[in-house]
């Protein structure tokens, strides 16, 4: 299972940006039952943001995040996208994609496949 995130760049405070994680693999759909998006700032561990289950398409969510963050999947383009929205500075890290076969601990950042990480920079 391969994951490719992207959508990362500088927004300012408030604002909206929008990160895509493209899935592939020939074992993919074998393999993966929740997809997790997750993010670092250096120095700090690795931070759970949002997850969401390929098949029921539950959505699990940081309280840090949530009512600001929306995360879909599109099953037939094997892609997931986290929407944020309200953003701010400390939102700024690099945010990694991450899935599984797990169907629970979504917050825990043991994840079997990663993605390689898309820079977020919010300015205040």
């Known amino acids: 299972v391969q994951l490719q995130a992207s959508g990362g760049g500088l927004v300012q405070a408030g604002g909206s940006r929008r990160l895509s994680c493209a899935a592939s693999?020939?074992?993919?759909?074998?393999?993966?039952?929740?997809v997790g998006w997750f993010r670092q700032v250096p120095g700090n561990p690795r931070e759970f943001v949002a997850a969401?289950?390929?098949?029921?398409?539950?959505?699990y969510y940081a309280d840090s995040v949530k009512g600001r963050f929306t995360m879909s999947r599109d099953n037939a383009k094997n892609t997931v996208t986290l929407q944020m929205n309200s953003l701010k500075p400390e939102d700024t890290a690099v945010y990694y994609c991450?899935?599984?076969?797990?169907?629970?601990?979504?917050?825990?950042?043991?994840?079997?496949?990663w993605g390689q990480g898309t820079q977020v920079t919010v300015s205040s």
């Open positions: 991450a899935a599984d076969q797990r169907s629970a601990r979504y917050s825990s950042p043991d994840y079997v496949y």
């Open positions: 693999g020939p074992t993919f759909s074998n393999n993966v039952y929740t």
């Open positions: 969401i289950s390929w098949i029921g398409g539950y959505t």
